[in-house]
């Protein structure tokens, strides 16, 4: 996992040079975003949405296998809970090829706290429990083919 402010971008495409489309998107939508879903390239897409907060019970810890997740706030704030997907054994639910998602139910190590202009990339192997906050959050979830990366 990955966390930081948009304004820093520069530095993570030097290292992950297929974030370039990714914070391009980002940055040529500012002020501007549309709900809904953008498809950028072949390779990937953004959803962005207005969200509001899970009840506790609802609260799973999720992961991808095909896709990356960065996930960009825009307006509002969401915390997001984390756990190494190695710590992650209760499945709530299997993996599902065509969702690209699979649950589980242990509570996260610790949660992040993203603001508007700050973003988080979750790797395959970091379970997330996004919209455990209190308040309602537009954000841009950018979904990026995990092979661009590994």
């Not at 993996?95 to 992040?112: H, L, M, R, V």
Request: proline share 4%.
């Amino acid at each position: 996992m990955i966390t930081d402010k948009i304004n820093n971008s520069e530095f993570y495409i030097k290292h992950f040079p297929s974030l370039s489309e990714a914070f391009g998107f980002i940055s040529s939508n500012e002020g501007k975003f549309r709900e809904g879903k953008h498809i950028i390239n072949d390779d990937m897409y953004a959803v962005v949405e207005k969200s509001f907060p899970k009840p506790r019970e609802e609260q799973k810890l999720e992961v991808h296998k095909k896709y990356v997740d960065l996930q960009y706030i825009i307006e509002g704030s969401d915390i997001i809970g984390w756990k190494s997907l190695s710590e992650c054994a209760d499945i709530f639910k299997k993996y599902e090829d065509s969702k690209d998602i699979a649950f589980f139910n242990e509570a996260p190590d610790f949660n992040i706290v993203l603001t508007a202009g700050s973003f988080a990339l979750f790797f395959p192997d970091d379970a997330h429990s996004p919209l455990s906050g209190s308040e309602s959050v537009l954000k841009c979830i950018i979904k990026i083919k995990t092979e661009l990366f590994f």
